[in-house]
């Protein structure tokens, strides 16, 4: 979805304070939801989901 590096200066800056999710939507363009996913990753049953529907 986004680089890796976008993805890294999206943690950064929640991490130090510079920004709140909110903000970082506002930003991208997208929903807190998603800023969220960023910041922490996917839900542990998506990613199950994500390999079952792979293989």
């Known amino acids: 979805m986004y680089p890796e590096p976008a993805r ?3 943690s ?3 991490a130090e304070g510079e920004v709140s999710l909110a ?4 930003e991208y363009s997208v ?3 998603t800023i ?4 922490h990753g996917p839900p ?3 990613c199950r989901r994500a390999r ?4």
């Open 36 to 39: 969220h996913r960023i910041i």
């Open 31 to 33: 929903g807190r939801s």
């Open 52 to 55: 079952y529907i792979q293989i």
């Open 8 to 10: 890294r200066s999206i």
């Open 23 to 26: 903000d970082l939507a506002t």
């Open 44 to 46: 542990a049953g998506l």
């Open 12 to 14: 950064r800056r929640y």
